[in-house]
T-cell receptor, first 109, second 114 residues
Framework: RKEVEQDPGPFNVPEGATVAFNCTYSNSASQSFFWYRQDCRKEPKLLMSVYSSGNEDGRFTAQLNRASQYISLLIRDSKLSDSATYLCVVNGAGNMLTFGGGTRLMVKP | DAGVIQSPRHEVTEMGQEVTLRCKPISGHDYLFWYRQTMMRGLELLIYFNNNVPIDDSGMPEDRFSAKMPNASFSTLKIQPSEPRDSAVYFC????????????FGPGTRLTVT
């Protein structure tokens, strides 16, 4: 079982739609959770940290469910510019960050 | 502020040649990481340094790979000899805190070994 698992997608959604991604992780001792965004042929960039109580940043909402060991990212009112790959990131073995394979989002006009 | 700087951005070389990738972390960041990204395996941690000291190199695929950090502002990743299966994008990242905190990535070096 992979340490961090994501549905690779692609998720094809129209502009203005709401889309949600989930990610599961295997290490129950994990304490740090992030969502990174990676545009095509670019480097990963931190989108947001994920806190136990859930957190929101504009159109983006992240949730953590420790009991079920999954993290979610909700994007409301999708924009064309949201098209990217979203990487779920968790601190795993050796307390280092482990990156999921990413979920590809394509927002269509 | 300047972000993480990597060079070269693209490298094409023939099998058997030595390849050296370079990285300048963000000033003041004590942690430096080297990652490799491929379609098949995603983003993999190769090695990381804390205060210029290599801490964990368990992700380095084999002895052909080596990394150094002679000072706080410079690191190299060397592959000798290179093989076609080394073709990937190599990212350097730095962090002001531990490896389990947010990391800031450089633009990457796209390596093609023919």
């Amino acid at each position: 079982r992979k340490e961090v698992e994501q549905d690779p997608g692609p998720f094809n959604v129209p502009e203005g739609a709401t889309v949600a991604f989930n990610c599961t992780y295997s290490n129950s001792a994990s304490q740090s959770f992030f969502w990174y965004r990676q545009d095509c042929r670019k480097e990963p960039k931190l989108l947001m940290s994920v806190y136990s109580s859930g957190n929101e940043d504009g159109r983006f909402t992240a949730q953590l469910n420790r009991a079920s060991q999954y993290i979610s990212l909700l994007i409301r009112d999708s924009k064309l510019s949201d098209s990217a790959t979203y990487l779920c990131v968790v601190n795993g073995a050796g307390n280092m960050l482990t990156f999921g394979g990413g979920t590809r989002l394509m927002v269509k006009p | 502020d300047a972000g993480v700087i990597q060079s070269p951005r693209h490298e094409v070389t023939e099998m058997g040649q030595e390849v050296t990738l370079r990285c300048k972390p963000i000033s003041g960041h004590d942690y430096l990481f080297w990652y490799r990204q491929t379609m098949m395996r995603g983003l993999e941690l190769l090695i990381y340094f804390n205060n210029n000291v290599p801490i964990d190199d368990s992700g380095m695929p084999e002895d052909r790979f080596s990394a150094k950090m002679p000072n706080a502002s410079f690191s190299t990743l060397k592959i000798q000899p290179s093989e076609p299966r080394d073709s990937a994008v190599y990212f350097c990242a730095s962090s002001p805190r531990g490896g389990w905190h947010e990391q800031y990535f450089g633009p990457g070096t796209r390596l093609t070994v023919t």
